[in-house]
Nanobody, 120 residues
Framework: QVQLVQSGGGLVERGGSLRLSCVGS????????MSWYRQPPGKERELVAH????????NVLDSVKGRFTFSRDNAKNTLYLQMSALEPEDTAVYYC?????????????WGQGTQVTVSS
């Protein structure tokens, strides 16, 4: 079955760093556009960035530019989010996402989410 399994969340102090991982299985990871989304408490889900199949970040959220680094290792079926200089406003549930279209078929998979809490 298709799975996106996330890890790396937790509690960190303001200014700290954290790395999230998202491991895919059950699908051809290298063909999928990957993304990170986040949902702060009481707010709508927002796109953090798309990561192209080749690893290039796109549509990066303005508030995280210069602080978050996005990468993927297709050989390991893994997506990464390296977060630095964390701020309380970064507190959210973070989700990874995989999408792909093949003719009329569209595929849209989500990780389970992981909590990132930045203390002030």
């Amino acid at each position: 079955q298709v799975q996106l399994v996330q890890s790396g969340g937790g509690l960190v102090e303001r200014g700290g760093s954290l790395r999230l991982s998202c491991v895919g299985s059950g699908f051809t990871f290298s063909r999928y556009l990957m993304s990170w989304y986040r949902q702060p408490p009481g707010k709508e889900r927002e796109l953090v960035a798309h990561i192209s199949v080749a690893g290039g970040p796109m549509n990066v959220l303005d508030s995280v530019k210069g602080r978050f680094t996005f990468s993927r290792d297709n050989a390991k079926n893994t997506l990464y989010l390296q977060m630095s200089a964390l701020e309380p406003e970064d507190t959210a549930v973070y989700y990874c996402n995989a999408v792909h279209s093949d003719g009329p078929n569209a595929y849209d998979f989500w990780g389970q989410g992981t909590q990132v809490t930045v203390s002030s």
